[in-house]
């Protein structure tokens, strides 16, 4: 009887009959005070270019925030040279020259860094950017979990990125806190 009632009051009021169904179906699904549904998670994909050194993926993450990856495609870490082409995992070298030293040469890594100050350097009027940051790998595939507020960049695990050639496709996946 009350919910014939409540259908008169929002017609009578030019409710429509989904806006009543959505009254009614929250009149009876249980509260629960201070409970906050978890965010969806929010998928993006790029593409990372083995010579642009570390690509800005225009992304700001917050401490907490869960990020997996899935990459795919093939890049030539020098190009004209066949023993020098591989996926997103690198080739199986490692030197001590590269961003990420325990991980294998040309295997797709990410930085998530934070600006602490910016200044002009006086001699060459450049601007001098002074960050914190991590270095992560990724690979074909990966999942880190975000240390702290910042912005979150793709790159290769190299060095001298000038004479590659290719891009890793990928898709990063954030599950905010």
Avoid: H, Y
Avoid at 18 to 45: D, F, M, Y
Avoid at 135 to 146: A, E, K, M, R
Wanted: glycine share 10%; charged share 20%; proline share 6%.
């Amino acid at each position: 009887m009350a919910e014939r009632r409540s259908r008169r009051l929002f017609a009578a009021a030019g409710f429509t009959a989904l806006a009543l169904a959505a009254v009614v179906s929250a009149r009876s699904a249980p509260q629960t005070v201070g409970q906050i549904a978890p965010a969806a998670p929010t998928e993006t994909k790029v593409a990372v270019p083995a010579d642009a050194g570390w690509f800005d993926t225009g992304i700001d993450v917050a401490a907490g925030e869960e990020l997996r990856f899935a990459a795919s495609g093939e890049i030539d870490l020098q190009r004209g040279n066949p023993a020098a082409v591989c996926g997103p995992g690198g080739i199986d070298l490692v030197t001590v020259e590269q961003p990420v030293p325990n991980a294998n040469l040309g295997a797709l890594i990410g930085r998530i860094s934070q600006l602490v100050a910016s200044r002009i350097d006086e001699d060459s009027g450049q601007e001098v950017r002074d960050e914190i940051f991590i270095l992560f790998v990724i690979g074909s595939d990966g999942t880190v979990t975000v240390p702290f507020k910042g912005r979150l960049s793709l790159g290769i695990n190299e060095n001298v990125v000038k004479d590659n050639a290719g891009e890793f496709s990928v898709v990063i996946a954030r599950r905010p806190v």
